[in-house]
């Protein structure tokens, strides 16, 4: 399969891209600034560009088979989280690609309470409300979106660098909570459960979650 990633040079885009290089994937692998991709994997084709510029990234992914953003914005500017939502829909519009986008936990579900994670201070703390709103936000985006092919795919509460053990669980619109009270998953096994994802197109026009 021929895959695009934005955010190659994140925490977990660069996870993705070793993911998908593994299982012998053509992946091209698009940072902001190529002088700072030293972490992207070897293998992958690297390009400069910018998932909020439409334009770019109906360059960018025309001739791929799938587009996958693990983009994060810095700190003061959630809000491009939105924009850049909209720039990928805008962009791959044009070439008919489908688009894998690596949300937030904000919007599911809390098995106990059955309020929203962004509403829940044992989850969002003040400091991360800005981003857990922007990440709704970015949901609600996708869910207006009919002319393109789209997953969204929430993390649980706590995505962390870990092993890589091949394992996890699916889900919907809830929290998902393992037998030891915990809402985790690591950036390994995410990268995993997401490329399985572009491997089965289980979900269309649809969120899902995972979890351990």
């Given at each position: 399969?021929?895959i695009?990633?934005f955010?190659?040079?994140?925490?977990?885009?660069?996870?993705?891209?070793?993911?998908?290089?593994?299982?012998?994937?053509?992946?091209?692998?698009?940072?902001?600034?190529?002088?700072?991709?030293?972490?992207?994997?070897?293998?992958?084709?690297?390009?400069?560009?910018?998932?909020?510029?439409?334009?770019?990234?109906?360059?960018?992914?025309?001739?791929?088979?799938?587009?996958?953003?693990?983009t994060?914005?810095?700190?003061?500017?959630?809000?491009?989280?939105?924009?850049?939502?909209?720039?990928?829909?805008?962009?791959?519009?044009?070439?008919?690609?489908?688009?894998?986008?690596?949300g937030?936990a904000?919007s599911?579900?809390?098995?106990?309470?059955?309020?929203?994670v962004?509403?829940?201070?044992?989850?969002?703390?003040?400091?991360?409300?800005?981003?857990?709103?922007?990440?709704?936000?970015?949901?609600?985006?996708?869910?207006?979106?009919?002319?393109?092919?789209?997953?969204?795919?929430?993390?649980?509460?706590?995505?962390e660098?870990?092993?890589?053990?091949?394992?996890?669980?699916?889900?919907?619109?809830?929290?998902?909570?393992?037998?030891?009270?915990?809402?985790?998953?690591?950036?390994?096994?995410?990268?995993?459960?997401?490329?399985?994802?572009?491997?089965?197109?289980?979900?269309?026009?649809?969120?899902?979650?995972?979890?351990?």
């Amino acid at each position: 399969m021929r895959i695009v990633v934005f955010g190659a040079a994140g925490n977990v885009g660069r996870r993705v891209v070793a993911e998908a290089l593994g299982r012998g994937h053509a992946v091209t692998a698009v940072v902001r600034d190529v002088a700072r991709a030293a972490d992207v994997p070897s293998g992958a084709v690297l390009r400069a560009g910018d998932a909020s510029d439409a334009q770019q990234v109906a360059a960018l992914s025309a001739g791929q088979e799938l587009a996958i953003s693990a983009t994060r914005p810095a700190p003061g500017s959630e809000g491009d989280l939105v924009l850049t939502a909209r720039a990928l829909f805008a962009g791959l519009s044009r070439t008919g690609v489908r688009l894998l986008l690596v949300g937030g936990a904000a919007s599911l579900v809390v098995p106990d309470t059955g309020g929203l994670v962004v509403d829940d201070p044992r989850y969002v703390p003040p400091a991360w409300r800005d981003i857990a709103l922007a990440c709704c936000e970015q949901l609600a985006v996708c869910r207006t979106q009919g002319d393109v092919d789209w997953a969204y795919l929430s993390p649980p509460a706590l995505l962390e660098p870990g092993e890589r053990t091949g394992r996890y669980r699916l889900g919907r619109d809830e929290l998902l909570i393992g037998a030891d009270g915990r809402s985790r998953i690591s950036m390994e096994d995410f990268a995993v459960a997401l490329i399985d994802e572009a491997e089965r197109c289980s979900h269309r026009q649809a969120r899902f979650t995972v979890g351990y």
